[in-house]
């Protein structure tokens, strides 16, 4: 069990997201759910093939977007601990770019908190997507 008093964690990294360091902060003997959440960059979208996909962020305002949301989301859905992990920089295919885990006394609160905290991170905090893809075309992605 983590031993932290903030039962919140939200960080932007630039490398691999170490999602076993991020198990044991939402550990605790006593509640009964973890949820999680990592998105991945695929290698296909539509008919294109991704070559490399990176991301950039106004950081300030993403950290503090972040834990606005993740305060607002402990409360909404009851959540004992959230952790909140966003890799800036390139994101190679198979790698996890966004990792969300919670945990809360029961299963409901986590299976609502996951998704509802990816749609608040995609349209309120300043982090946006470039696609490359092989054919040499690149987009930026609205999210």
Not at 38 to 47: I, P
Request: hydrophobic share 40%; aromatic share 6%; charged share 25%.
């Amino acid at each position: 069990m983590n031993d932290s008093r903030d039962p919140i964690l939200v960080q932007l990294v630039s490398k691999g997201i170490d999602v076993g360091q991020l198990q044991s902060f939402i550990a605790d003997p006593d509640v009964g759910a973890h949820g999680w959440f990592h998105g991945v960059t695929r290698r296909r979208t539509g008919d294109k093939i991704t070559q490399i996909l990176s991301y950039e962020a106004h950081e300030s305002m993403a950290i503090s977007e972040l834990n606005r949301l993740a305060r607002e989301a402990t409360e909404r859905f009851e959540l004992t601990r959230l952790v909140i992990v966003h890799r800036l920089g390139i994101v190679p295919v198979g790698e996890a770019s966004v990792v969300i885990g919670c945990s809360s006394p029961h299963r409901k609160q986590v299976f609502a908190a996951l998704p509802w905290l990816m749609d608040h991170l995609k349209q309120d905090v300043p982090i946006w997507k470039q696609e490359t893809f092989v054919d040499g075309s690149s987009e930026w992605v609205h999210r």
